[in-house]
């Protein structure tokens, strides 16, 4: 009790003086000594004589006694003046940080094959792992094992004379905050900053999370779970360094495989610089994770297939497979909704990836995932990668063919008779010239022309052979464009001897052709070729060799020989050229054009349609001898190629894209859909919704709003955040699209599989720290050294103030006052 009241008179903290070394007095504003001497040697004799002087009844020795409080007065006043101070010394020990940084890029996925007996049995007892397992562990099974193992108690041992900080990286650090400290006890906590108080206790940024009861070593089984993309190993030591400024490190702990992607500068450059970053140096300890020999793997790189086609069709699914670190045969299994459906043995050659052919004929129409897989061998580094996904649909509709034709020529009569018995056409025909009771003819006749946008997207190409542009309206003519260049309609132009290209000069009918009009032949006359006397066979080019629509036989060379045994023709329309992007299939065999040979068939692109031209009309002469066989086939492979968008593409109303068809785990896929409503025109609506289905998750809706590119374009985007091939659709009433695309790990983090040692043992040296294997983890509490400092600290109370100053002030002049009272003096 008294030595609180001794407290409070002298105005100090008890606490801080009990916690001390050393208590002194010291004084803020202390006068030299002669002057103090001297000013209290003037003080005496002043008081001394006023006293003398005094009159009045009081003794000798009242006025001695008065003049002793007089002095004394004057000496708490001048002591006052010298400002004294309690001066109290405290020493205490700071501890210092120690921080571990784990890696948890997606590299930590791969799983490593470790052939030493010693290492496979070390490895699996600091782990807590069954040897027998070890294989089936990754990267970060190992290090979380390592970390959460009680007997081990690795991070709890370096917790006890350092706070730890957890953290992980990748692409940046996470979590690092010095609040945020690992107690020996192993659990998770934030010290609150001075002179706030907190009664709950907030998570770190970042992962590294508090929870309930931690176990022993103050770590959880997933502090490591590989999503970064990319490994910045530089990066995040300088980070940390910067972050943790003012702060002392006693140490850096790296859990890594030491493959980082840092360029300028790299992770060792950064190393060497952490003291001037930091303020101070300190070690860093490097602990490799993974194989350093090169493993064995096979990888199955992509899919090269269509993504439709029609039924009983041949399909060919071209797999690109690299070995890395493995030669010999292999097995290569097609699978179509996970049945076997075919199965190909061949020879890896470790080196460039290799092609390998699987060809299959659907009999089923519908959606098929069709994946190529190659067995995980004994020995591979990672076994994600031993299979591709690829989305076919295969349609089972017939292709609906609009025939128009101005004259009943030889090409009109032959050509659809071709296409009526075909039964993979729907023909509908219309013959310009036809009398009005002329029933048209076809597999499914009309009786006009299409006189809306409705009807002519009911068709899936069309085809003009000498038509007179005079009969069309300019609405109908520019539903004929959107149809191809908006809607992925075909269109096949035949040149007349009546209706030439140039007559279509001007009209959206020029902007479909694939070739610039107002050709001459050799001898400058533009209707030369209309009187040949000399028959001609038109000459494949080496485009047109590899071209499917001039494929007329089994393999090239047959088909070559077709060609160049057909019968020859009289008449062409020549061309100015060809327009860029389109490809010139066959060619006059003398006549030139601007550039070369005269182009006669030549197909191109008005996306998303395709076209096709061709200048002869005497293709039907291909018929002597054989029938129907090469000229029905070329015609009704050319009407396949131009009408494949329309064909195989689904839906009439609605066109949909991704920005890319491939994309990186974490990619942004950017979505775009035009819509049309039941009247073919742009849709108005707040938003349409599209399905998305990852593969093996749930599906997930995606809402896509409008776009300002115009009326019935609708975008969206989404994060592509799960590995596979993905399907993406939208459904309007019946009418749905699809769209595919595969989703796949960032390649950066698997270009070098292997544990870069060399890289982590450098960091080590520069910064004067160690290098250690995953099996070596557990020296490192005693490689670690506190790196505490003792800090004595001065706690100054200033006294002047005190209670007991005043109580002793107002004391003496009171007494004074009552004495001189007492003794009659004024």
Not at 257 to 273: L, M, Y
């Amino acid at each position: 009790m008294w030595r609180s009241a001794l407290s409070w008179l002298l105005g100090i903290d008890r606490g801080e003086i009990a916690d001390g070394t050393g208590v002194r007095l010291k004084f803020a504003a202390l006068w030299p000594t002669w002057v103090i001497l001297l000013f209290a040697a003037a003080a005496i004799w002043l008081v001394a004589w006023l006293y003398s002087r005094e009159k009045g009844t009081a003794s000798r020795r009242r006025k001695v006694a008065l003049a002793v409080l007089r002095c004394l007065l004057v000496g708490l006043v001048l002591l006052v003046l010298f400002k004294p101070i309690l001066s109290v010394e405290k020493s205490e020990f700071k501890e210092a940080y120690v921080v571990a940084l784990l890696d948890d890029s997606l590299s930590m996925r791969l799983r490593d094959r470790y052939g030493e007996p010693k290492l496979r049995a070390a490895l699996a007892r600091l782990a807590g792992l069954d040897e027998a397992k070890l294989d089936e562990a990754s990267r970060a099974d190992l290090v979380n094992g390592v970390l959460a193992n009680p007997s081990l108690d690795l991070l709890g041992r370096i917790g006890k004379e350092c706070k730890l900080r957890v953290a992980t990286f990748a692409g940046d650090v996470r979590g690092v905050d010095p609040r945020f400290v690992v107690r020996p006890s192993g659990r998770i906590r934030q010290e609150p900053p001075k002179g706030r108080t907190t009664n709950r206790e907030e998570p770190p940024k970042g992962r590294t999370t508090n929870r309930e009861e931690p176990p022993k070593g103050g770590t959880t089984n997933a502090l490591v779970t590989p999503q970064g993309d990319r490994t910045l190993l530089g990066a995040a030591l300088r980070e940390l360094a910067d972050g943790l400024r003012g702060h002392r490190i006693a140490a850096a702990i790296v859990l890594t495989d030491g493959r980082t992607q840092d360029v300028e500068p790299t992770a060792v450059e950064v190393a060497k610089r952490l003291a001037a970053i930091h303020g101070e140096s300190f070690p860093v300890f490097t602990v490799g994770v993974g194989a350093v020999e090169e493993a064995k793997d096979i990888e199955v790189v992509k899919i090269l297939a269509p993504t439709a086609v029609k039924k009983d069709d041949q399909v060919t699914f071209n797999a690109v497979i690299a070995a890395k670190g493995f030669e010999g045969e292999v097995d290569v299994l097609l699978k179509a909704d996970g049945k076997l459906v075919r199965t190909v043995r061949t020879r890896l050659e470790g080196g460039e990836p290799q092609t390998v052919a699987l060809r299959y004929t659907p009999e089923a129409a519908g959606t098929f995932r069709f994946s190529v897989e190659v067995p995980p061998e004994q020995g591979e580094l990672s076994t994600e990668n031993n299979a591709a996904r690829h989305i076919l649909t295969v349609k089972d509709a017939r292709t609906k063919v609009l025939f128009v034709a101005g004259q009943p020529s030889y090409f009109y009569r032959f050509l659809k008779n071709a296409l009526v018995v075909d039964k993979s056409i729907l023909l509908s025909c219309w013959l310009q010239t036809a009398d009005s009771d002329f029933i048209q003819e076809g597999s499914r006749r009309i009786t006009h022309y299409p006189e809306t946008r409705q009807e002519l997207f009911e068709f899936d190409v069309v085809v003009f052979s000498d038509v007179d542009p005079a009969a069309f309206r300019p609405e109908q003519l520019a539903d004929l464009r959107a149809f191809v260049g908006q809607f992925g309609g075909g269109f096949i132009f035949v040149a007349g001897q009546f209706h030439p290209p140039e007559a279509w000069k001007g009209t959206p009918v020029e902007e479909l052709l694939p070739v610039a009009t107002g050709g001459v032949t050799a001898t400058g006359d533009l209707l030369a070729s209309r009187t040949l006397k000399e028959a001609f066979r038109a000459r494949l080019t080496e485009q047109g060799r590899a071209h499917g629509i001039a494929q007329l036989a089994d393999t090239p060379e047959e088909s070559q020989k077709v060609w160049e045994g057909f019968p020859g023709t009289y008449w062409y329309h020549p061309v100015a050229r060809a327009k860029p992007g389109g490809v010139v299939l066959a060619e006059h065999p003398y006549d030139r054009d601007e550039r070369g040979p005269m182009p006669l068939i030549v197909v191109g692109r008005y996306d998303p349609g395709r076209t096709l031209y061709c200048g002869l009309d005497g293709t039907w002469r291909w018929r002597f001898w054989v029938g129907d066989v090469h000229f029905g086939r070329f015609w009704v492979q050319a009407i396949n190629y131009v009408g494949t968008y329309r064909i195989l593409g689904g839906s009439r109303r609605i066109q949909l894209a991704t920005d890319k068809r491939s994309y990186a785990l974490g990619e942004r896929v950017v979505v775009q859909a035009q819509c049309l409503d039941d009247a073919f025109r742009p849709l108005q609506a707040e938003s349409v919704e599209a399905k998305l289905e990852p593969a093996g998750a749930p599906a997930q809706t995606v809402r896509l709003l409008p776009s300002r590119q115009g009326p019935g374009i609708f975008e969206g985007s989404f994060v592509a955040a799960r590995p596979g091939s993905t399907v993406l659709s939208v459904a309007l009433g019946t009418e749905q699209e699809s769209q595919s695309f595969d989703v796949h790990l960032p390649d950066t983090e698997f270009q070098h599989p292997t544990m870069d040692a060399r890289t982590l043992r450098e960091i080590a040296e520069a910064t004067r720290g160690a290098f250690l294997r995953l099996d070596e983890a557990e020296r490192l509490p005693g490689l670690i050294q506190s790196a505490g400092q003792e800090i004595t600290t001065e706690i100054q109370d200033p006294v002047f103030d005190a209670p007991l100053v005043i109580i002793l002030f107002l004391g003496l002049v009171c007494s004074e006052w009552w004495f001189r009272k007492r003794g009659m003096l004024a």
